[in-house]
Structures are given as structure tokens and as C-alpha cells.
């Protein structure tokens, strides 16, 4: 039910302790749901259902919630993630031809590219955040070329490209 | 803390500070942090250890000096310098004092007066002592020990202070209500969630100075007879977060919130809840529903927070930017803050200037300031070979200043007299480059996704009025679409449950009010003024 890996039992246990720590409340289910997803990168129904059992919360309103909030997620992330921020500025200042020059570039590599709320650096518009590292005034060039640097670094050897 | 034991440490950290041959403080706010503050940082503490000159130069991190746009931004205190655009190379001249560094009349400051900004550039937010060295907590002391909360709330309310988080209600009718609830349970809500796309003042202000925001509530909580209070946060801001959970654990341990504060008999317990990305929860009644678990849905109001909140507690809920002001109004008088800004909102406002301007940041003036002063003195005009168009206020929830109305005094009664609003801050200037069609849209998709659902105005509404906009943009537009536009517009004002809906229009109606011509060009001559837009049947670019 809930996704096999070597530490399981610790995620459990540092999920527990989230738990223990607001005394089970069923208000604390947006931090639980937060914890959950600190250690299993998204949430499953195995581990909604989980958390809903030792909140004694009906599944539905542990799923509803889940779903309410754009922060979570019910799939693995991808293994790079490529975030372009579509605030304001960084729209005024071009952000959808970014958005539109990464998607093309994400087809090669291991990319996922989404768009992202204000990231709060509007005086650099347009930002881009890959895999947590923010650039800022990005240009189309810069960001593929900074998504490709860093397919390499993670991926050394002859490239295996479709 | 006693009152003897927060002097001597003001004064300990004072001396300290003073007998250092400089203080260099590096700006550890996300905007210089996305410019590579962080390298600078490092190496300025390499340099200092090279030199040997650990113990008499320190180097600290501090918030935002605000002209993010030539970030990173760093200070020297002893010098009272800036220095912008440093790199990690420059440290040894930075040490030196030999870098290149912004005069005290850079056009960017002179129009400046920063109030709730005061320590960001001054003081390490990651230091209880260096807010304490700065006078923190002085107004806390003088909340709890000599005032009573009808003295502390009468201050608020001849202060004349005015809610910021958009709307404007002045604060200490806001108190007062609370306070005069009779429930043995009540809580103070700081709402964090800066949801507005294009605005980061409330985050700088939780990343730079987080502890007058706490000291803000805890004399809030004192007021209104409050125990308990939250602070609703982005999940999106980590970083604030992060300085969150270290300022309320330091102020804990220091007894300044918590259990008996001031070693009085006042118990003020402060909280982080963190949200989990949804812009509907900056309205009240749904950020109400999130912090007690579960969907962020409004419900109707009355009964408003104030009688019926948080676990149906009467609820004080303010914003961040809001709980900044008090403490300085507690210390200096109301009739200090009164005389600040314009009569009718007095005091200051912080705005994210952004988008197509020379120098972008974070810009604190008095309230009343004319938007003309904030973009061509302080933010430097448009780019050259562009021409100002429009400079958008309040969000999705607000409209756009056209040239015409450049003289526009920034307060809570003259701009929704030209159909915009305060908002919470941000500022974004466009101009020649910017489709007015376009923005209208991007709005109104951004109210489409965060539409909660709940009621079918504007849950259908938002996405009728984007197909509409949509169809506009790629030049499919059909000559009736703007009488149909303000026909569901009318709608979602008039028959919406909370402020997304009924403010969801606004942008569309502000565009149509100034900019109409730009909605027929595209409809009828099948072309997009500013070259933005895509037309149908157009190469692609």
C-alpha cells in the first residue's frame, strides 16, 4: 500500500512523530499532509489512508483536502523539475516565451518543466527555479542551457537521448 | 525577560556592535539570494578570515535594502554604504571600503521612509539581539507592563493606522471589536498569505524582520485578550518560514511570547501554519477553514471573524505588514504615526515595483505618495525606447493606472476613485511592450485556477470570461465579446460568495475603461497593438 523503499519504517516513524506532535488533531492534517510529503516526495492513497486512520478522519476529507491545495502531489516528481514563475513581472517581462522555449527543450532530457507562483524575485523578472536553484532575468537561451549543464552533471557518460 | 534584562541586553549588543571596526551586512532575502548573495556572503567571511580580521569585522546578513533589481545588495554600517552587483571577487575592496558604493541621495532612497522596512539593511534577522539592540521589544514591554489594553487600543485607533492587506479597515476599530467580545477563548491571525502574483512585500518583511512582526502580535494579543495566535504563511516561502520558526523559538526562550511574558501574568503562545498553495486563502474565512484543516472554501459573512473565527472564537485577523506597524506606533505615539503620509491613511506602504521600470525592489513611502514620484523618481522610468503605459495595483483583485492618471496620490480613497485599489503592494509597471488584452487574460486565468469552486459564478464565470479573452488574444474575437465580457462581469461582481469572485473582474473592466481601443484593434483589424499576441493565421514568432 504504501511505496516500498530500504527506510520505510523510518519515514513512518518521522511521520508519526509529526503526528504525535499536534496529538493526532485532525487540524493538523495540511502540516501532516506537508510532513508526508517532505519524506515520501508525494502522497499516495496508501498513505492518505494511513494518515486519515490515525487522525480518525474519513479518507474523503483527508483526499479532498490533499486535492484542495496545489502543493500536493499524487505522482513521483520527475527526476529534474524546471519550475517558470508566472507572477506578474515575470510575465510583463516575457515569461510565456521562457515557459514555451523550455517546454521544447525538456523533450530531450529528463525535465519536467511546470509553471510556478510568485517566487518573490520580481525585481529580477523573469525567474526560472531549476531543481530548487533560482535564475534570475533568465533568457530561453540561458535556461536550456542551464537544463542541459545540468542533465549532464547528473547523468556523466555518453548521452542517451530520444 | 525582565524589563532590567532587556536593557542591559540592548545596551550589551549596542556596545558590541559599536566597538567592531565595521559590520557588513549581506542581504539574505530571496531576491538577492536568486543573484548569488550567498557566494558573496562566503567569500566576504574568507576575506575577513585571510586578513585575520575576525573580532574586529563582522560580517552579518540582514534583510531587504530594497533595490533588488542590482542585487546583490550589501552594507557596510560603520560606513553607512550600499553596495550593489558585488560579486565574490570584490570582497577584499568591500573590506576595504575601496568598492564602488550608492551615496545616501541615490534617487532610489531620497523619496524613501522606511518604517517597517527600518532594520532590514540594519539588523540580522536571524538574531534576536540585534532587534533587541534596535530598540525591539521596548513597545512590548511598554504594552504589557505600563498600558492597559483599552490604552493600547485607543493608540491603534488614533493612530489612524489602516489595515494592509488591501481593503484599507482601520485597525483599531478591528481591535476594538474583538476586544470587547466576552469569550474566554480568542486568537489573533496573522494573514501571511501573499498570494498576489508580482508581490513580495509581506515575505521580505517575514524574511528580513521577522520579529516585529511577532512583536506586533503579541501586543495585539495583549489588546484584544487574545492567547493564542497563528500565522498563516505560504508554503511557497520557505525561506520565510524557516526565519519564522527561528524568531518565534528565540522569542520563546527569551519569555518575550509564550508563558508569562515580561514575567506578568500574560500568556501569548504564537503558532506557524503553513499553507499548502491557495490564493482564496488570503480571504479570511478561508484562510480560517485552512488553518483549522481543512479546505480553504469561504463562507459568507456575517457572522464576521472578529465575532465568529478561528473554532468559532471571536478571531483578530491582520495582515502581516499590518502587525509591522504597531510596534512603533506603541513606542512613538499615535500622534507621531498620524502626521506620517496622508491625513485620511496616515503612515507608509510598501510596494514591489516591478515589471518594465529602470530600478526594481522594494519601495516604502509615505501613503499619499503620487505614483508618478514612485516610478519615475524612486523606480527611474521606463526602459529607453519604451513608453509608460499602465502600472497595474492589487493583484488580479485590482485594475491598472493609466498615463493619464500618473499624478495619482497611492492611498486607500484616491485609487478606487480611478477604479483600482491599494491592494497589498504590488506595483507592476508596463509600457509600450505590454498587451492590455493580454494582462486582462493572464488575470483572469489566474482567478480561473484559484476559483475554489464553491459557488458557480465564479467557478463558471472566470472560465467564460477567459475563453472569451482567449479567443481575443489569438484574433478569433467576435464583435459582441465585449458587451459579453461586462455582461458576466456585471455577474461576478453582483452574485459571487467571496472577494475572488467578485473582484475577478476588475483587471477586465479597468483594461476596458482605459484601454478599450486596444480590445477593438484586436477584435476587428485582427491586430495585437503591442505585438504580443499571436494572431490567428500569424507565423509563429
Known amino acids: ?145 542551464e537544463m542541459e549543464r545540468k542533465y549532464d552533471a547528473a547523468n556523466p557518460g555518453p548521452r542517451a537521448r530520444g | 525577560m525582565t524589563p532590567q534584562i532587556l536593557a542591559r541586553a540592548r545596551e550589551a549588543e549596542q556596545d558590541r556592535q559599536s566597538r567592531l571596526r565595521d559590520r557588513i551586512l549581506c542581504c539574505t532575502v530571496a531576491g538577492c539570494l536568486s543573484s548569488g548573495a550567498g557566494a558573496v556572503r562566503r567569500s566576504l567571511e574568507q576575506e575577513v578570515e585571510r586578513q585575520g580580521l575576525g573580532g574586529a569585522v563582522e560580517i552579518a546578513g540582514t534583510g531587504c535594502m530594497g533595490l533588488c533589481g542590482d542585487g546583490p545588495l550589501i552594507r557596510s554600517s560603520k560606513r553607512d554604504l550600499i553596495y550593489s552587483k558585488v560579486a565574490p571577487g570584490h570582497a577584499p575592496a568591500v573590506i576595504a571600503g575601496a568598492h564602488p558604493a550608492m551615496t545616501a541621495d541615490h534617487p532610489f532612497y531620497k523619496g524613501q521612509r522606511r518604517l517597517v522596512l527600518a532594520n532590514s539593511g540594519r539588523a540580522d534577522p536571524e538574531r534576536i539581539r540585534d532587534y533587541i539592540a534596535a530598540g525591539g521589544y521596548e513597545a512590548l514591554l511598554q504594552a504589557v507592563t505600563r498600558m492597559t489594553p483599552d490604552e493600547i487600543i485607543s493608540v491603534i485607533r488614533r493612530s489612524g493606522l489602516r489595515g494592509r492587506g488591501g481593503a484599507g479597515y482601520p485597525a483599531g476599530l478591528k481591535w476594538e471589536l474583538v476586544a470587547r467580545q466576552k469569550s474566554p477563548v480568542k486568537y489573533v491571525v496573522c494573514n501571511a498569505d501573499e498570494g498576489d502574483p508580482g508581490a513580495f512585500m509581506n515575505r521580505s518583511v517575514l524574511e528580513g524582520d521577522p520579529h516585529r512582526v511577532l512583536e506586533g502580535m503579541v501586543i495585539a494579543g495583549r489588546a484584544v485578550g487574545a492567547q493564542q495566535g497563528f500565522i498563516y504563511a505560504r508554503g511557497e516561502s520557505p525561506l520565510a518560514i524557516e526565519r519564522l520558526q527561528t524568531a518565534i523559538g528565540q522569542a520563546r526562550n527569551e519569555r518575550l511570547c509564550g508563558e508569562r511574558i515580561f514575567d506578568t501574568s500574560f500568556n501569548f503562545r504564537i503558532d506557524l501554519r503553513i499553507g499548502a498553495g491557495a490564493y482564496v486563502c488570503g480571504e479570511e474565512t478561508a484562510l480560517i477553514a485552512s488553518i483549522e484543516g481543512g479546505r480553504g472554501q469561504p463562507r459568507p459573512r456575517p457572522p464576521y471573524p472578529p465575532e465568529s473565527g478561528l473554532w468559532g472564537a471571536p478571531t483578530l485577523i491582520n495582515n502581516v505588514e499590518t502587525f509591522a506597524n504597531v510596534p512603533a506606533i506603541v513606542a512613538n505615539g499615535a500622534e507621531w504615526f498620524s502626521k506620517i503620509g496622508a491625513p485620511a491613511s496616515p503612515g507608509t506602504k510598501i510596494f514591489a515595483l516591478a515589471g518594465r521600470v529602470a530600478r526594481t525592489g522594494l519601495v516604502e513611502v509615505p501613503v499619499g505618495t503620487s505614483l508618478q514620484t514612485i516610478i519615475e523618481d524612486i523606480g527611474g522610468g521606463v526602459p529607453e525606447g519604451y513608453e509608460f503605459k499602465a502600472a497595474q495595483t492589487g493583484g488580479p483583485a485590482g485594475g491598472c493606472i493609466p498615463a493619464s492618471a500618473l499624478g495619482v496620490p497611492m492611498d486607500y480613497d484616491s485609487l478606487p476613485a480611478i477604479g483600482t485599489m491599494m491592494g497589498s503592494g504590488g506595483l507592476i509597471v508596463m509600457d509600450s511592450s505590454t498587451c492590455m488584452v493580454d494582462i486582462a487574460r493572464f488575470f483572469m486565468e489566474f482567478c480561473m485556477e484559484e476559483s475554489c469552486g464553491k459557488c458557480v459564478p465564479c467557478r463558471a464565470g472566470t472560465v467564460q470570461m477567459h475563453s472569451i479573452l482567449e479567443r481575443i488574444t489569438r484574433g478569433e474575437g467576435d464583435p459582441r465579446d465585449i458587451a459579453r465580457l461586462m455582461e458576466l462581469a456585471d455577474l461576478l461582481q453582483n452574485t459571487s460568495a467571496c472577494g475572488l469572485g467578485i473582484a475577478a473582474p476588475n483587471p477586465v473592466i479597468s483594461t476596458l475603461r482605459y484601454f478599450r481601443e486596444e480590445y477593438e484593434s484586436h477584435i476587428h483589424a485582427r491586430r495585437c497593438p503591442a505585438a504580443r499576441c499571436r494572431m490567428h493565421g500569424e507565423a509563429a514568432a
Not at chain 1, 510556478?116 to 524575485?121: D, L
Open chain 1, 1 to 145: 500500500m504504501i511505496p516500498a523503499s530500504g527506510n520505510e519504517d523510518e519515514r513512518l516513524k518521522a511521520l508519526d512523530a509529526v503526528m504525535a506532535g499536534h496529538h493526532y488533531s485532525g487540524h493538523a492534517l495540511i502540516e501532516v499532509l506537508h510532513a508526508a510529503q517532505k519524506e515520501w516526495g508525494y502522497l499516495t492513497s496508501g498513505l492518505m489512508r494511513h494518515i486519515a486512520r490515525k487522525l480518525r478522519l474519513p479518507p474523503s476529507r483527508v483526499l479532498g483536502v490533499a486535492t484542495f491545495y496545489h502543493l500536493f502531489r499524487f505522482t513521483s516528481p520527475a527526476p529534474h523539475e524546471a519550475v517558470v514563475c508566472m507572477g506578474t513581472a515575470c510575465y510583463v517581462q516575457g515569461a510565456a516565451n521562457l515557459l514555451d522555449s523550455a517546454r521544447r527543450a525538456c523533450a530531450r532530457n529528463g525535465w519536467a518543466v511546470t509553471t510556478g507562483r510568485c517566487v518573490g524575485s520580481c525585481g529580477l523578472a523573469p525567474v526560472a527555479v531549476c531543481d530548487g536553484a533560482a535564475m534570475s532575468r533568465a533568457t530561453p537561451a540561458a535556461l536550456s542551457a
